[in-house]
């Protein structure tokens, strides 16, 4: 392995894109793309030479992409309806982001990879996993079963810089029991994603515990902070810090955040 990464010049050192993405509809707002512009996202990135990876295999250093590719995360907050989407005839929705990513998968040029951080107890009911609670189960199956992760997003969207430690405790104990019981089959939750970006006091407190006769741990957790995340393999890495650039643009400052960080490793190609 190393001396394939040395013939093809791979820099292991190189700084990675995380990107996070909220709400698809069909109008552009600051936490919503839309479906064609998220085609174009995913378009831009092949283009790119980019190749998906999941949360759990960045924090854990398994870079497993064909040669000449950059790894690229994608991640998805909040489980809104738009993220995954099932028609009423039983088929995946074309245009929901699943149903994207589905379509743009391509034998050594695109994965069905990327991670999912769910909510099970949230006003609207909506963005309880993804709106259709008797398909629930089903779609978060199929997500592991065709590649993607799953990971917590706590229960209610909790802001845990202020939140109690119990509930903060509780909270990510049983969002992580849940999935994995919804799931099945042995499957480990291990990637979280911080509501707001916010912090509890400690990082302990994400690396595991217990409530109530339930253990928990996570190995990586991610924030929001529009930078590259250094290699997992530099001693700059922090995975419970994984910063991430967000996906959808600002329509009121015209920034665009994914063109933004590629034109920045086009320009530092060392970086990458």
């Known amino acids: 392995t190393v001396d394939r990464a040395r013939a093809i010049g791979a820099n292991e050192m190189g700084q990675i894109l995380v990107l996070m993405y909220h709400h698809f509809d069909t109008e552009e707002a600051e936490w919503t793309r839309t479906p064609e512009n998220f085609r174009n996202d995913i378009a831009l990135l092949k283009a790119e030479n980019f ?29 809104s309806p738009g993220q995954y989407r099932i028609l ?24 069905a990879r990327a991670t999912f951080f769910c909510l099970l107890d949230v006003n609207p009911k909506e963005r309880v996993l993804w709106g259709q609670p008797e398909l629930k189960q089903g779609k978060l199956v199929d997500l592991v079963d065709w590649g993607y992760e799953v990971g917590s997003h706590t229960i209610t969207h909790l802001n845990l810089s202020e939140a109690s430690t119990e509930d903060a405790v509780w909270q990510l104990a049983e969002s992580q029991a849940t999935l994995e019981e919804l799931i099945g089959g ?65 329509p009121a400052s015209g920034k665009t955040y994914i063109a933004d960080a590629i034109q920045s490793l086009k320009t530092s190609p060392g970086l990458r």
Not at 205 to 225: D, F, M, P, R, V
């Open 88 to 111: 009423d005839d039983g088929t995946l929705d074309p245009d929901c982001a699943v149903g994207i990513m589905q379509a743009a998968v391509e034998p050594g040029v695109w994965a």
């Open 186 to 250: 042995g499957y480990q939750v291990t990637s979280l994603a911080l509501p707001f970006g916010e912090y509890p006091d400690s990082d302990d407190i994400l690396a595991g515990g217990e409530h109530e006769g339930i253990t928990y741990a996570y190995s990586a957790a991610c924030s929001i902070a529009s930078k590259l995340c250094p290699s997992p393999f530099s001693s700059k890495f922090e995975p419970l810090h994984i910063p991430r650039f967000r996906g959808s643009n600002n």
């Open 51 to 79: 190749y998906p990876i999941n949360v759990r295999d960045l924090a854990a250093g398994n870079i497993d992409i064909p040669a000449g590719k950059t790894p690229v995360v994608l991640t998805f907050d909040d489980s």
